[in-house]
């Protein structure tokens, strides 16, 4: 959810002349994995500072708007079901997050719960 959220905050600044898009995509790969893709046309991110967007605090967004910790958690609990997420982005291109989870561990902590 936070990166669902990063990503209407970063359409919602934009001109409205454009059209804001968010695409979702799922896929299972043949290593028994899920792929979860987020793919949006906003500003992107500058490549001085994605390193530094899962680091905990580390926000762009002002004052009293964010805490930082958003995306830092979202990472912490990827690597928890020893997963990995991925960043692609091109400043004033947009940005696509991709996460990869195995499914075995996924379908076991669901049943878990």
Known sequence: MNIL???IDALLKL???IQ???VIKTEV???ETVIITFRDN???IDAEIQSKIFEP???IKPINKATGLGLAISHQII???QGNIQLKSEFGYGTEFAIEIP???AVNHKSDT
């Open 79 to 81: 690597e928890k079901h």
């Open 103 to 105: 499914i075995a561990l």
């Open 29 to 31: 790969t043949e290593l």
């Open 57 to 59: 605090f580390f926000t």
């Open 15 to 17: 001109d409205n002349q």
């Open 20 to 22: 804001k898009q968010i």
């Open 5 to 7: 959220s990063n990503s």
């Open 42 to 44: 906003g500003d992107g």
